[in-house]
């Protein structure tokens, strides 16, 4: 896991600019720095070492006329090792990088469609005058890029960025205004920076003499699965085991992160099996009192898999209140909610801990149908006696969702707008002009309405929101999360199932809960409520001093959101003594520490709150 930038086109890169961009980003790779440029082409790169932890494996990396500069893992590099080898290649070090680096050489583009990895990465063909960024099947690891006149600047992070463009500022109008109202984000190849794109989820964007294309090299294909659901839950089990095997490849420690729920308590009792007698650790956010804390449901899931060191995170409003501004340098863009704090904290402890790597469960939502309010949709899609028995269990939920569903977008809008929060700028005129994206819509050929929808939360949606959340909180500590669920081969599995699979009734991610049997607790995958590190974010935003700290940063007479947060109802509130909407609240505060964080950098340098050093 580490941090790659660069700059090519405009002329000759400046040396000192690469360096500054790398520096930017040494929170991402505290190993080691490098830097090289042609005169057309300039990469950066910082290291956090987790294969071949020899200075050989330092970036960026030269083949011929390919220079590579490289975040994240190709998991099975062993097996393209070995397939590289028998075609004549040679290998220097023992990690993945040289081996992406030699796919790229024989088969170029197509190597994409041959590795099993979590990553974004520039090659620089200085014979063919091309640079092609590239990013992974779901977009784990992020890359953003601008284009700056005849420049192409592009960087794992927005800081270094402005290193490079220190004219690049946040944006004020549609993106925060939505943000702020509805709790929407921006599209998923959007940013809240003017002008900053994000690479989505499976693309390539190539540059050559200017010019700028982009394609999408994947999309789930049809997979072979069982048609007896007995023999599709063993084939699930069976592609999870290898996927985790594959993600326990390291030369640093291991662990897991532990939520209590159904994913992350697959991914500890089966990556406990796999990784035999050598210590383990997991991590898990607590919250004493609170009627959500799922200690209790992690707890027994850490004895059943025999976890050496179970350790527990207890976040407080008044540690939320000393690290607040770092959250918010570190997530460089809004956030929706207080949860990410609870993560960033457990990444906290993985460092203070040694444990470089750590395994989630997240993505399994959005390919198995985790949540809530799909039932309807799933018995539509598997026919027509499955939508019987549908009504049948719950007439009135059921006609209400399959109506929401035909509803034309423009009712959609209107029910969100009038859900607005009340802290968004006064007066209905402004409330109404708030749109939110509109996604990309999966309804492809072949699939289900059900399949679409779970290909939407997975692409443009939720699991988006999600993985940017988890790459800031890990890579703030210099952490690498890596996520079994997220296999290409789970993935296909999963939107090919039938509906039937996913959804029994009212049992949702059915084939996966059936999978686990004999392994996670039954407690567990009985489960029907969903949390996943949720914090008391109510209770945290109505304590005295939170509640002091955020009426003094809304109502300052300099507010960089004035025109777009209400301060009459955030001082009603305050007089009140109690905020009306703590999610809203939340949005507005986070959004003006964020203005203030990045609104005003210093030219040629972002923020000193960006770029502090991390303490262990």
């Known amino acids: ?36 440029h042609d005169e057309r082409c300039g990469l950066a790169f910082r290291r956090l070492a987790i294969l071949d932890l020899d200075e050989r494996s330092n970036q960026p990396m030269h083949l011929g006329p390919l220079h590579l500069a490289y975040n994240g893992e190709v998991y099975d590099f062993v097996e393209r090792r070995a397939e590289l080898e028998r075609l004549g290649h040679a290998f220097h ?37 091309t640079l092609t960024l590239a990013v992974d099947p ?6 953003y890029w601008r284009r ?59 540059f050559q003499y200017g010019r700028v294309t982009l394609r999408r090299y994947w999309e789930p294909r049809p997979a072979a699965v069982p048609t007896r ?9 069976e592609l999870l085991t290898d996927a985790i095997r594959l993600r326990l490849r390291s030369d640093v420690p291991v662990g897991t992160s532990l939520s209590g729920g159904v994913d992350s308590s697959a991914i500890v009792t089966l990556s406990a099996r796999l990784a035999g007698d050598h210590r383990r650790h997991a991590f898990t956010a607590r919250f004493p009192g609170f009627a959500r804390d799922e200690w209790g449901y992690a707890h027994e899931v850490a004895e059943a898999a025999g976890v050496v060191e179970h350790h527990a995170i207890e976040p407080t409003p008044a540690e939320l209140l000393d690290d607040l501004d770092r959250l918010v340098a570190d997530h460089e863009e809004p956030v929706l909610g207080l949860s990410v ?27 198995f149908g985790g949540y809530e309010g799909q039932e309807a949709l799933a018995a539509r899609s598997a026919g027509p006696r499955a939508l019987a028995r549908a009504i049948r269990r719950d007439p009135r939920g059921t006609a209400w969702a399959l109506a929401r569903e035909r509803a034309p977008r423009a009712l959609h809008v209107r029910a969100l707008r009038a859900a607005a929060t009340p802290y968004a700028a006064a007066g209905p005129g402004n409330r109404a002009a708030v749109t939110p994206p509109t996604g990309r819509r999966w309804r492809a050929r072949g699939r289900s309405p059900y399949q679409g929808e ?39 599995f999963a939107y090919s199932a039938p509906p039937v699979f996913l959804r029994r009734g009212p049992v949702t991610k059915a084939v996966l809960r059936d999978a686990l049997r004999g392994t996670v607790p039954d407690r567990i995958l009985d489960r029907r409520d969903k949390v996943g590190y949720e914090p008391p974010q109510a209770v945290w935003l109505a304590d005295e001093r939170v509640r002091a700290r955020a009426a003094e940063v809304l109502l300052d007479r300099d507010a960089r959101t004035a025109g777009l947060v209400d301060r009459a109802a955030v001082e009603a509130d305050v007089r009140a003594g109690a905020w009306r909407d703590h999610a809203g609240l939340w949005r507005a505060l986070n959004a003006e520490l964020w203005l203030r964080t990045f609104d005003h950098a210093p030219s040629g340098a972002p923020p000193a709150a960006v770029t502090a050093a991390r303490p262990a």
């Open 138 to 143: 779901f977009g784990e690891k992020p890359l």
């Open 229 to 237: 659901y007995p023999d599709a839950v063993d084939h699930l089990r």
């Open 1 to 36: 896991m580490c941090g790659i930038g660069g700059i090519v086109g405009g002329g000759p890169p400046d040396p000192a600019v690469l360096e500054r961009m790398a520096a930017a980003m040494a929170h991402r790779g505290p190993d080691a720095q490098g830097t090289w």
């Open 341 to 367: 704090y609870a993560q960033w904290r457990v990444m906290q402890r993985a460092r203070a801990e040694g444990v470089t790597v750590l395994l989630d469960g997240q993505g399994a939502d959005e390919l």
């Open 148 to 206: 700056d006149g005849d420049r192409l600047l592009f960087a794992s992070d927005i800081r270094a960025l402005i290193q490079a463009d220190p004219s690049i500022r946040p944006q004020h109008g549609a993106a925060l205004e939505t943000f702020l109202a509805l709790g929407i984000l921006p599209e998923v190849d959007q940013s809240f920076f003017a002008g900053v794109h994000r690479l989505p989820a499976a693309h390539v964007l190539r």
């Open 454 to 492: 779970l290909l939407r939360q997975a692409f443009a949606s939720s699991l988006p929101a999600l993985l940017r959340y988890a790459d800031r909180n890990s890579m703030a500590h210099s952490r690498e999360a890596r996520l079994p669920f997220l296999d290409r081969r789970i993935a296909e």
């Open 93 to 129: 070090t023992t990690g993945d990088t040289e081996v992406l680096l030699h796919a790229w050489q024989q088969w170029g583009e197509g190597a994409l469609d041959r590795i099993n990895a979590m990553c974004a990465f520039a090659v620089w063909d200085d014979r063919a005058a």
